[in-house]
């Protein structure tokens, strides 16, 4: 009875004490990063955040789900570097990260053996991100600015999504950014990613920490 009690206890400790720190991490970052979410329909309001979603688009009304976050670091903290090349190097920091998460393992598995190289260290941190570029098997460069860079997501589900990272400036500060778009045609009875709840969670936990360990990396190259 010990032996099963036990037991019993470990596994539930083995369950509890990970998803604890991840709640408490989650909350941690919830104070550094702003955010904000729509559910809706796409409309010509959203082409000010996502520039390159298609006309048709927007003039079908097509149900979509709308995920922003950005933090803002003082531009004084942060290396001095032109802010397009900040915005390739902090993408390609990034997508470096991405590239070894579950998420990244699962788009893996969809993907032919010829763009796996897409996934790799060497290949991101090589990327200059110009348009029709293709990072991690699915993301290709629809649009690239100075301060944006719009990636589509090429896969084969009944939804169509754009990922954008921004790095702007805003009255001394460096405003870093990520905006996720997913939309199906009306009436599509599948649901995108987003529209779940631990898809959702997992999402926003992923690009908050992003947000905030991208800008801490640059801040520590400054002091070094």
């Known amino acids: 009875m010990r032996t099963s009690t036990t037991l019993a206890v470990a596994a539930l400790s083995s369950i509890a004490f990970p998803t604890l720190y991840l709640l408490y991490v989650r909350r941690d970052l919830s104070r550094k990063i702003h955010h904000e979410a729509q559910r809706g329909k796409l409309s010509p309001s959203i082409t000010d955040a996502v520039k390159s979603i298609p006309d048709e688009a927007i003039a079908e009304e097509c149900p979509m789900v709308y995920e922003c976050a950005w933090k803002a670091v003082s531009t004084?903290?942060?290396?001095?570097?032109a802010r397009e090349k900040l915005l390739v190097q902090y993408l390609?920091?990034?997508m470096t990260k991405f590239s070894a998460s579950p998420q990244a393992f699962a788009i893996k598995r969809m993907c032919s053996p010829q763009v796996l190289k897409t996934f790799e260290r060497t290949y991101i941190e090589s990327?200059?991100?110009l348009?029709?570029?293709?990072?991690?098997g699915v993301y290709q460069v629809q649009l690239r600015g100075e301060d944006r860079i719009e990636l589509s997501m090429e896969t084969h589900m009944p939804f169509s999504g754009r990922l954008v990272v921004t790095v702007e400036e805003r009255d001394g500060r460096t405003v870093f950014g990520n905006h996720v778009v997913q939309w199906k045609q009306p009436g599509e009875?599948?649901?995108m990613p987003l529209e779940g709840t631990v898809a959702t969670w997992i999402h926003q936990f992923f690009v908050w920490w992003l947000l905030d360990s991208g800008t801490k990396h640059f801040i520590n190259l400054k002091k070094s």
Not at 76 to 81: C, T, Y
Not at 131 to 136: G, K, Q, R, Y
Request: with cysteine.
């Open 92 to 94: 390609q920091r990034n």
């Open 131 to 136: 348009e029709a570029s293709l990072v991690c």
């Open 76 to 81: 004084s903290l942060l290396p001095d570097i």
């Open 189 to 191: 009875k599948a649901s």
């Open 127 to 129: 990327l200059g991100f």
